[in-house]
């Protein structure tokens, strides 16, 4: 951040909102928690911040080491962001600001905007407790974007890219996925409206309101 923007305190909370408490800071970073971004990616999951504003952020990031720019391999040779293993560093930060948030008075009541947001956002709802012992693989699509959701005694690993040997496949939408696993939509619902598709166990897909939204955090949608 630049001097003049800077706090000027010597506390690290305050060194940390430097580099990364400017306007869509945190947000950016989110993006780029399940992978390298393209600047026209991040574009389209950040709709509300304009081109000058973004550029600026990822200037600040790549300068402070919190990301770095760089060009993927063939066969697609796109420049991309990638946060550094500091950067990464930021994930349990945005999950503690996502749960100190659904504890609100009046929390959020509807799903964030972005994919890429609502398949971090499971990290927040999960429950491992409900999930100690467990062990399910899912393939999760969400447009055209494929997720890897796999549950292993308690612990939830998600990724970006299609899962091997998956328990069950789901398709569907945001506002559904938000919707069932709040329990404000039922499985067969979702199923009979052509909004959500399973390949796999149906037993497992049930299962899933269970282990992603504990009852501190269900609240309405809408």
């Known amino acids: ?3 003049n923007r800077s ?4 506390c690290a909370t305050a060194y940390a909102l430097d580099v990364v408490g400017g306007r869509w800071g945190l947000l950016i970073a989110r993006e780029l928690m399940l992978g390298p971004k393209r600047f026209t990616d991040l574009r389209v999951d950040l709709p509300g ?3 000058t504003v973004l550029a600026q952020r990822l200037r600040e990031f790549v300068r402070e080491g919190v990301a770095i720019r760089l060009r993927l391999p063939p066969p697609t040779p796109f420049r991309v962001y990638q946060l550094t293993e500091w950067g990464y560093g930021l994930e349990p ?3 503690a600001l996502g749960g100190w948030a659904l504890r609100s008075p009046d929390p959020p009541r509807t799903p964030p905007r972005s994919v890429d947001a609502n398949v971090l956002s499971l990290r927040v709802l999960f429950d491992p407790v409900a999930a100690w012992g467990r062990t399910i693989r899912f393939g999760l699509r969400v447009g055209e974007r494929p997720y890897r959701v796999c549950v292993v005694d308690g612990e939830l690993h998600l990724a970006r890219g299609e899962v091997d040997a998956p328990d069950a496949v789901i398709d569907t939408d945001v506002p559904t996925l938000h919707a069932y696993l709040c329990r404000t939509r039922s499985l067969r619902d979702s199923l009979d409206g052509g909004d959500m598709a ?3 166990d149906m037993a497992a897909v049930a299962e899933l309101p269970r282990l992603f939204c504990p009852l501190r955090y269900r609240v309405p949608v809408g």
Request: charged letters at 20%.
């Open 93 to 95: 930060v945005i999950q």
């Open 1 to 3: 951040m630049a001097p």
């Open 7 to 10: 706090y000027d305190d010597g």
């Open 198 to 200: 399973v390949r796999g």
């Open 49 to 51: 911040v304009s081109p």
